[in-house]
């Protein structure tokens, strides 16, 4: 499956922005998808990820309760909507698919998404 991500953009500090990203070459509700942000000078962390049909969710505590993740399967994209954004959550943030039979499953290990997208850049200015 190929993955594409966008919305980056600059935002201020407290600000919101949506990050979205499309799927195509396979079918999008069979994937766990995730997003996973990297920032300069720093290991990409995991942030979050939704079961095939949306049901659960997984979010790192330095994201909780300010992003929110959601699907729309019938248009074969993920989002991550950021909230209360701070200049810590600057990074390049990346979706990543993982196959599975379980529907309800998540997957919070970075190590284990097969596919990734290129990447789109989140800057938050204070």
């Known amino acids: 499956v190929q993955l594409q991500a966008s919305g980056g953009g600059l935002v201020q500090a407290g600000g919101s922005l949506s990050v979205s990203c499309v799927a195509s070459?396979?079918?999008?509700?069979?994937?766990?998808m995730g997003w996973s942000r990297q920032a300069p000078g720093k290991e990409r962390e995991f942030v979050s990820a939704i079961a095939r049909r949306g049901e659960t969710t997984y979010y790192a505590d330095s994201v909780k309760g300010r992003f929110a993740i959601s699907r729309d399967n019938a248009k074969n994209t993920v989002y991550l909507q950021m909230n209360s954004l701070k200049p810590e959550d600057t990074a390049v943030y990346y979706c990543?698919?993982?196959?599975?039979?379980?529907?309800?499953?998540?997957?919070?290990?970075?190590?284990?998404?097969?596919?990734w997208g290129q990447g789109t850049l989140v800057t938050v200015s204070s």
């Open positions: 070459g396979g079918t999008f509700s069979l994937y766990v």
């Open positions: 990543a698919a993982v196959k599975t039979t379980r529907i309800f499953l998540v997957v919070s290990n970075i190590n284990e998404y097969d596919y």
